[in-house]
């Protein structure tokens, strides 16, 4: 990779998977770089050949990899006593009834029992070094050592042969068998990471759909990012996004204006399906959605910190967030409430689309704010969409200074190789030990048949050290507590036909990611709850929140317009919006026990389900939207669609747990419930 992938897995499972692997490449292999010999080997070091190479998706290329290239490579380093003994004490203080649960480590007591030591990191440094590579850094925790090398060094180093390949529309450099080392220095070495050098770019969960035209909007991006560029400011400065405003008609509630009438209020809007729909929510606002789902404790937050790791970093984000409270009766930051860590320079700005994860980072804080208002909010800004996310996430245990941690973002499980896996549970390990909670959003591709012609989930959120959150659609009405209509977030999209007097179905559209890994054994906590029919393997998710845009939350933001740039609001889903929301629940519970959650799935598969309301499917057909077909204003025209709901590809809610909702969505109880197991 860069980011690729399988797991900090039982050991055995993955010693045969990559067995077998290396013997598929190896079949795979025409003509490539003559492997070097080495000095004799009895390690093969777990997580270093490419899943996609027996998989058949990629061609060999009839040429070795480039000699003189340089390519660097992380190797990171095991944890002191085995990844065994790691995994043993993180089951040990998060399963309920264990004499260790909730007994959590401070940051320096975890490095002195788990933390790679000086002389592993010495030990892999030299060697490195013997093998002619330059070491450039051993990264502060020593969870790894990062080196560069040509090709012929790196092949003598790690017992492989390097071939360029073409992978995914890319050129790239892999190695055709698993790497090995040593037995002296592989004693030392969780994984390698970087003689695959194909890259998975994460991206980011929410669901904003401004449409039409909007050029002048992205032009004025451009010229912003192109003059910071030619200012040689790197870092913090990112373009705000192209404008998104909500099309009107919309509702203030849900049920609030029904869709009788276009725009107009003269022309008709034909029924659906028997149905007079709502139309599509305005945007909940901070008010609506902590007096409908923010829980009855009457905490805000006070005394929790909620970590959001995105990448990038908007400029605007607080002066936004204030503005946007304000608007709405809602309190704004005080001194000291947000505060951000940040990588240093930002790269790949294009490449990721820097602008766009701005709206993800706002999305997250202003929703972690909605619900606890008083909570302390540290934004990690990663220094791009790639290894920057695993980077802050580092940052994020290293601090420990989160309790609960959402992250809105997400790559597919077949995109995501052994090496990235191991990285990525080496951090949820950590936090897991030190009672920080992280949460991950499912996804918004449903079962990702139609995206990728593959049934499968998004990774990290199968990791079963994460809590995975899917998405509902979620009406509330007037009032506190007023569900008026819920149901699992789906929907296919349904446009007029010429005639403006029908509906014409154009498929499916987007819905909450779910199903079951294809990595990850069934973990021991969701033995009892997940139906013994379903696929054995992890099942995503574990709960859920509003994630449907039409029924999704109000956020402020300084947004590029055609005539400039300057501060404007619009609506927003996805499961993005369901992670933070779901975070919130948990920074109550945190605050109403005054006890970290650490992993809390073990815990949350065992309290009552009263817990969590039962999402179940819904008499609601769906609901119509109202679009500006130039994505600014009405001047340009107004399009109508139907966006229907619980229809998420092929996963459905059902009674109890199920592959859209999980558990469910917590519930008024949910923090009482999940404080008062903590406490035990």
């Keep these: 990779m860069s980011l690729s992938r399988p797991p900090s897995f039982r050991s055995s499972r993955l010693s045969t998977r990559l067995l077998t692997a290396v013997v598929g490449a190896t079949a795979l292999v025409a003509t490539g770089g003559v492997a070097h010999a080495a000095p004799a080997r009895t390690t093969t070091i777990a997580g270093t050949l490419p899943r996609w190479l027996p998989s058949g998706t990629a061609r060999l290329a009839l040429r070795s990899a480039p000699a003189s290239a340089p390519q660097s490579v992380r190797v990171y380093l095991a944890p002191r006593g085995g990844l065994n003994a790691l995994q043993a004490a993180v089951a040990a203080v998060s399963t309920p009834g264990s004499p260790s649960y909730g007994h959590f480590l401070s940051r320096s007591q975890y490095a002195d029992s788990f933390g790679p030591t000086e002389a592993a990191a010495s030990t892999v440094s030299e060697y490195l070094t013997s093998a002619g590579l330059h070491v450039d850094s051993v990264e502060a925790d020593r969870r790894y050592v990062a080196a560069t090398g040509t090709r012929d060094q790196l092949e003598r180093a790690f017992g492989v042969t390097l071939a360029s390949f073409t992978h995914d529309g890319a050129q790239v450099v892999a190695p055709t068998t698993a790497a090995s080392l040593p037995t002296a220095v592989a004693a030392d070495v969780l994984t390698v990471s970087g003689l695959d050098t194909s890259v998975q770019r994460m991206t980011s969960h929410r669901v904003t ?61 034909p029924a659906f399906e028997g149905q007079t729909p709502s139309y599509a929510l305005c945007g909940y606002t901070a008010p609506q959605l902590s007096q409908g789902i923010g829980g009855d404790t009457g905490t805000t937050g006070d005394g ?37 860590w940040s990588a240093g320079t930002f790269t790949d700005q294009e490449t990721c689309d820097a602008s766009g994860w701005t709206g993800e980072q706002t999305l997250d804080v202003q929703a972690v704010h909605a619900l606890r208002p008083a909570a302390g909010i540290r934004y990690y800004a990663a220094a791009n969409c790639d290894e920057g996310l695993l980077d802050a996430l580092a940052a994020v245990v290293d601090e420990n ?23 990525y549970e080496q951090v949820f390990l950590q936090g897991a030990l030190q009672g920080q909670t992280f949460l991950f959003s499912s996804g918004d591709n449903g079962d990702e048949t139609a995206s990728t012609g593959t049934k499968q989930v998004d990774y990290p959120t199968s990791d079963p050290y994460v809590t995975s959150v899917g998405g509902t659609s979620t009406g509330l009405g007037k009032g506190v507590r007023n569900v008026v209509a819920e149901t699992g977030w789906g929907t296919d999209v349904f446009t007029l036909n010429p005639k403006g007097n029908g509906w014409v179905d154009g498929g499916f559209l987007y819905g909450a990611g779910g199903g079951y890994s294809t990595l990850f054994p069934r973990p021991a906590w969701q033995a009892a709850t997940v139906p013994t029919s379903a696929p054995t393997g992890r099942a995503v998710p574990d709960v859920a929140s509003i994630a449907d845009p039409q029924t999704g939350m109000l956020v402020g933001q300084t947004q590029t317009f055609p005539d400039g740039v300057r501060y404007g609001e619009y609506r927003i889903g996805g499961t993005s919006l369901a992670s933070p929301l779901a975070a919130g629940a948990v920074a109550e519970a945190v605050q109403v026990s005054g006890k970290r959650a650490g992993l809390a799935n073990p815990t949350l598969y065992s309290i ?42 092929t996963l459905a809610v059902a009674k109890g747990w199920d592959p859209v909702t999980g558990l469910g969505r917590p519930s008024a109880t949910f923090a009482k419930t999940l404080g008062k197991a903590l406490t035990k």
């Design 209 to 269: 759909e401004a449409t039409g035209s909007t050029a002048a909007a992205d032009d004025a991006a451009d010229r912003a990012a192109a003059a910071a560029s030619a200012a040689g400011v790197r870092q913090p400065v990112v373009a705000p996004p192209a404008a998104s405003v909500v099309g009107r008609p919309c509702s203030q509630f849900y049920g609030g204006l029904l869709a009788k009438y276009q725009a107009d209020y003269k022309t008709p809007l």
């Design 304 to 340: 929790v910190t909620v970590g959001i790791v995105d990448a990038y970093n908007s400029s605007t984000i607080v002066q936004d967030t204030d503005t946007w409270s304000r608007a709405y009766g809602w309190p704004a930051f005080t001194k000291n409430q947000y505060s951000t």
């Design 401 to 423: 200074r989160a309790d609960v941690v959402t992250n809105s973002w997400g790559g597919l499980e077949t995109d995501t190789g052994a090496d990235a896996v191991f990285a």
């Design 608 to 649: 009552a389900r009263s817990a969590y309301t039962d999402v179940k499917a819904s008499g609601v057909k769906g609901v119509v939207r109202a679009n500006y077909v130039n994505g600014i204003d009405p001047s340009g025209g107004i399009s109508y669609t139907v966006r229907t709901w619980g229809q998420d590809s």
